[in-house]
């Protein structure tokens, strides 16, 4: 998904674990904003082909959700957020607060089996464990010459990229050069409260570090992220 605000020509683009949720009920409060696509798009077995949440704007013009001229007309903004971090947050979220989704037949996660594969795995696995799971296919990228990304499909073709560390400064530059009001702060919501200790850093063991590090390479020197 992405939040719209056509009044303002604005599309936000939402970045897994970037304080999306939380500049998405901003946007939607304060600016007018709607979500896009409104609702999730299925295939014909009812899998997610394109989520109301987390969509790319090329999803979006391949679903003709937007067309490409009216994604020209708009302000596209997206964030982005420490690769390290953010798998901490992910890890989190599977293993603990949506493993009651499981046990929900019309969740969203059994509308995605490989996430929900994934969750299980995560219920029964440390940490390190899964961090190398999980970055199996982007290490094997990455040997063999190709970039590997956790951002790059959501802020391929977007005109500013946020920091998630900084997001609200950065969303207020924003509104400010392109003329629009501040309104109001950027609420605080869907946090991960599962996560005990906010120090990434401590989840990592020496090769998960090396493994992520090497896998994320590309976004490490792009964003200037480090561990």
Same mark, same amino acid.
């Given at each position: 998904?992405?939040?719209?605000?056509?009044?303002?020509?604005?599309?936000?683009?939402?970045?897994?674990?970037?304080?999306?949720?939380?500049?998405?009920?901003?946007?939607?409060?304060?600016?007018?904003?709607?979500?896009?696509?409104?609702?999730?798009?299925?295939? +014909?077995?009812?899998?997610?082909?394109?989520?109301?949440?987390?969509?790319?704007?090329?999803?979006?013009?391949?679903?003709?959700?937007?067309?490409?001229?009216?994604?020209? +007309?708009?302000?596209?903004?997206?964030?982005?957020?420490?690769?390290?971090?953010?798998?901490?947050?992910?890890?989190?979220?599977?293993?603990?607060?949506?493993?009651?989704?499981?046990?929900?037949?019309?969740?969203?996660?059994?509308?995605?089996?490989?996430?929900?594969?994934?969750?299980?795995?995560?219920?029964?696995?440390?940490?390190?464990?899964?961090?190398?799971?999980?970055?199996?296919?982007?290490?094997?990228?990455?040997?063999?010459?190709?970039?590997?990304?956790?951002?790059?499909?959501?802020?391929?073709?977007?005109?500013?990229?946020?920091?998630?560390?900084?997001?609200?400064?950065?969303?207020?530059?924003?509104?400010?050069?392109?003329?629009?009001?501040?309104?109001?702060?950027?609420?605080?919501?869907?946090?991960?409260?599962?996560?005990?200790?906010?120090?990434?850093?401590?989840?990592?063991?020496?090769?998960?570090?090396?493994?992520?590090?090497?896998?994320?390479?590309?976004?490490?020197?792009?964003?200037?992220?480090?561990?």
């Amino acid at each position: 998904m992405a939040i719209i605000c056509r009044d303002y020509n604005l599309l936000f683009i939402m970045t897994p674990r970037t304080a999306c949720t939380a500049v998405g009920e901003l946007l939607c409060e304060h600016y007018g904003g709607q979500f896009l696509p409104a609702e999730n798009i299925l295939d +014909s077995r009812g899998r997610i082909l394109v989520e109301k949440k987390h969509s790319t704007l090329s999803q979006l013009i391949q679903h003709k959700a937007l067309t490409a001229e009216e994604a020209k +007309s708009l302000l596209k903004i997206a964030a982005v957020r420490n690769p390290f971090d953010s798998l901490v947050s992910l890890y989190v979220k599977k293993r603990s607060k949506y493993q009651p989704l499981l046990s929900d037949s019309a969740s969203w996660v059994n509308r995605r089996p490989r996430y929900a594969a994934d969750m299980k795995y995560c219920r029964t696995h440390s940490f390190n464990q899964w961090i190398l799971k999980a970055c199996s296919r982007k290490v094997i990228k990455r040997l063999l010459g190709f970039r590997a990304s956790f951002f790059s499909e959501y802020v391929q073709g977007v005109d500013v990229i946020l920091r998630y560390e900084r997001i609200e400064e950065d969303l207020k530059v924003v509104f400010n050069e392109s003329g629009i009001t501040w309104k109001a702060s950027i609420p605080t919501v869907n946090r991960t409260e599962e996560r005990t200790d906010r120090d990434y850093r401590s989840y990592y063991s020496r090769l998960t570090a090396l493994v992520v590090g090497f896998a994320c390479s590309y976004d490490l020197k792009t964003y200037g992220y480090q561990f």
